[in-house]
């Protein structure tokens, strides 16, 4: 079974507002892209799960769209490091985002350590001039043991940036093992991110790299599944899908020339690049 997500960060936005979206009225956005895909993936569904990380402010309309279907699943993107606890706090969480909270909205699935969740963080700890790199990884896995507590399924994102690609193995290793400590790996996927090669401009990572980084990401964690976070689009996805070791991938514009954006008919066309070969 392959795993298909899609991570659609804020392209709520409308165009004349500086952002990607004109396929919807903001309010009606995420109900007009599950209704667009919802059909169209069924052919697919012995195949693949699908699933959908909105903004928090979308998921109630997204939800109520999906209806009694389970497909596709629909997550969150992220959730805090700490949670409502009976007895305990009840929900002093302003401007954070609690995994109950997820849940109860009826919620599968949460997208954890993104590589831009990373860079803020990141951002925090230079402000407070620190350098302990595994600040990070440590939060990260209060948020996955919080999400994985409440039922919901985690794609965990790891991956090194350009100056880390000499060592790598390190970045993941710790990314990995930290990130992970303590948790129950069943309800949890890998999406490895090459930060290195992401973005206009950069050189994508090649087919034995992503061989390569897979392979190892399995031999440590036990042949956890992999999918390949880096974007899976129509001109990677023949490629992608002919790797073993890949179990999926992550999609987040479908355009990248002209009108940028996430177009529901252009993801279903990657779909049928990947899962048709």
């Not at 990607?20 to 993936?41: L, R, T």
Request: proline letters at 4%; one cysteine or more; charged letters at 30%.
């Amino acid at each position: 079974m392959k795993h298909i997500y899609v991570n659609l960060k804020r392209f709520d936005v409308p165009r004349e507002k500086g952002g990607v979206n004109d396929i919807a009225p903001i309010h009606e956005w995420a109900a007009y892209i599950i209704d667009e895909v919802q059909n169209k993936i069924r052919k697919y569904d012995k195949e693949a799960e699908f699933t959908f990380f909105f903004p928090e402010m979308h998921l109630a309309s997204a939800m109520e769209t999906r209806g009694d279907m389970k497909a596709p699943k629909i997550g969150c993107q992220s959730v805090y490091s700490e949670d409502v606890k009976p007895g305990g706090n009840f929900g002093a969480f302003t401007a954070a985002c609690p995994a109950a909270a997820i849940k109860a909205l009826g919620c599968d699935s949460v997208l954890i350590g993104h590589c831009e969740e990373r860079s803020r963080f990141k951002i925090i700890m230079d402000e407070a001039d620190t350098e302990d790199v595994d600040a990070v990884n440590r939060l990260l896995n209060k948020e996955i043991k919080n999400a994985v507590a409440q039922g919901l399924e985690v794609l965990y994102c790891i991956g090194e940036k350009s100056e880390e690609q000499d060592h790598w193995q390190e970045v993941l290793e710790k990314q990995l093992s930290i990130g992970l400590e303590g948790v129950n790996k069943e309800k949890i996927v890998i999406a490895y991110e090459p930060i290195w090669s992401i973005g206009p401009g950069k050189v994508p990572a090649d087919k034995e790299y992503i061989i390569k980084i897979a392979r190892y990401i399995k031999s440590i964690t036990g042949d956890m599944k992999v999918v390949y976070g880096g974007g899976l689009k129509k001109e990677n996805a023949q490629m992608l899908a002919s790797i073993p070791e890949i179990d999926g991938g992550l999609i987040a514009l479908t355009r990248f020339q002209g009108d940028i954006g996430f177009y529901p008919e252009e993801y279903v066309e990657i779909l049928e690049q990947y899962l048709e070969k």
